[in-house]
Nanobody
């Protein structure tokens, strides 16, 4: 079984920074794309950033402020949030496309439980 666990959320003032982590564990053969999404109250979940093994892409609203990275040796993705704005307030979710156990297993998408980020003075 594969699990994704996010951490690093919290309350921060406008202009502040946070670093989110997403650690994958369990029977993992290979992790392909990893991504961060967010969902604000009353809004749909939206893509924030995603990373493959050789590329990244970002939502326009976070370009230049957020940075996604990954440590393949630790099966972990990170999201550095800088110059935070109140409109960045949301639950942030990690997802990953993971092939479990062996090359013969199918790729499945997994989600973490979410971590709350609140930007407020």
């Amino acid at each position: 079984q594969v699990q994704l666990v996010e951490s690093g959320g919290g309350l921060v003032q406008p202009g502040g920074s946070l670093r989110l982590s997403c650690a994958a564990s369990g029977s993992i053969f290979k992790i392909n794309t990893m991504g961060w999404y967010r969902q604000a109250p009353g809004k749909q979940r939206e893509l924030v950033a995603r990373i493959t093994n050789n590329s990244t892409n970002y939502a326009d609203s976070v370009k230049g402020r957020f940075t996604i990275s990954r440590d393949n040796a630790k099966n972990t993705a990170y999201l550095q949030l800088s110059s935070l704005k109140p409109e960045d307030t949301a639950v942030y979710y990690c997802n990953a496309y993971i092939r479990g156990t062996s090359a013969a297993h199918p790729i499945r998408v997994y989600w973490g439980q979410g971590t709350q980020v609140t930007v407020s003075s």
